[in-house]
């Protein structure tokens, strides 16, 4: 909403995934929520929109249980994303990338609008990184680096789907530098004992809700000022 999108055209929902796009029920807000998918809300949309922004896919892989798990089992001995995990999640990945490009072009054709694609944010500071972490004491620093390495890997599948799609995308895995979970201004609702089991957790909050919507809007702006040169 904060790029100028009407709530009656703002179908964002909180832990869905690629399915939810064609299942009736799964999106929020409107009075014919139960009654259609988010693909036909699209295609009956009016006004027609212009664009369409789409981030789907890390609830497929379940990054978000992932996190609540290691929460729960933080205290414990050992690495709570190993590195079986890690594989796991790669086949996973490619499992998926052929259901996000299916969609992406059913978006681009239900809606009859440009498409931009928006992969995710880094979850974790990289290796190396300055600064103190904090309040991430329940994650070991190699399961970050593996979840990293996921959110990295399903970034790369987001983007190359895109292109195979014929939409346009945007990389958003370096907007938070510096704000990731762990760091004292994060972009991203905490994980903890307080916000470990909320549904928002891991999930950009007010700022980083601003910094993503600075990015989208530069990218589209661009877009905007080449067709016009054109």
Request: proline content about 4%; aromatic content about 6%; hydrophobic content about 50%.
């Given at each position: 909403r904060l790029?100028?999108?009407?709530?009656?055209?703002?179908?964002?929902?909180?832990?869905?995934?690629?399915?939810?796009?064609?299942?009736?029920g799964a999106v929020t807000g409107g009075n014919d929520t139960a009654l259609r998918?988010?693909?036909d809300r699209l295609a009956t949309l009016r006004p027609r929109p212009d664009a369409v922004l789409v981030m789907v896919g890390g609830n497929d892989l379940g990054f978000s249980s992932t996190l609540a798990h290691c929460l729960l089992v933080g205290l414990l001995p050992g690495a709570c994303y190993s590195t079986g995990d890690l594989r796991a999640t790669l086949a996973r990945i490619r499992q998926l990338g052929?259901?996000?490009?299916?969609?992406?072009r059913d978006i681009a054709h239900r809606s009859g609008?440009?498409?931009?694609?928006?992969?995710?944010?880094?979850?974790?500071?990289?290796?190396?990184?300055?600064?103190?972490?904090?309040?991430?004491?329940w994650l070991d620093r190699g399961s970050q680096a593996r979840i990293v390495e996921a959110g990295a890997a399903l970034n790369d599948?987001?983007?190359?789907?895109?292109?195979?799609?014929?939409?346009?995308?945007?990389d958003a895995f370096d907007a938070f530098t510096g704000h990731e979970l762990c760091t004292r201004h994060s972009m991203l609702?905490?994980?903890?004992?307080?916000?470990?089991l909320l549904a928002y957790s891991a999930h950009p909050n007010g700022a980083g809700q601003h910094m993503l919507a600075?990015?989208?809007?530069?990218?589209?702006?661009?877009?905007?000022?080449?067709?016009?040169?054109?």
């Open positions: 790029l100028g999108t009407p709530e009656s055209a703002h179908f964002a929902c909180s832990g869905a995934g690629v399915a939810d796009l064609y299942e009736v998918s988010q693909l052929p259901r996000l490009e299916a969609a992406y609008a440009r498409v931009v694609v928006v992969t995710y944010p880094r979850l974790f500071p990289a290796a190396g990184s300055a600064g103190a972490r904090v309040g991430c004491h599948e987001i983007l190359r789907r895109a292109r195979a799609a014929g939409v346009e995308s945007v609702v905490r994980v903890d004992v307080v916000h470990g600075e990015l989208v809007g530069a990218a589209l702006a661009r877009h905007e000022a080449a067709g016009e040169a054109a």
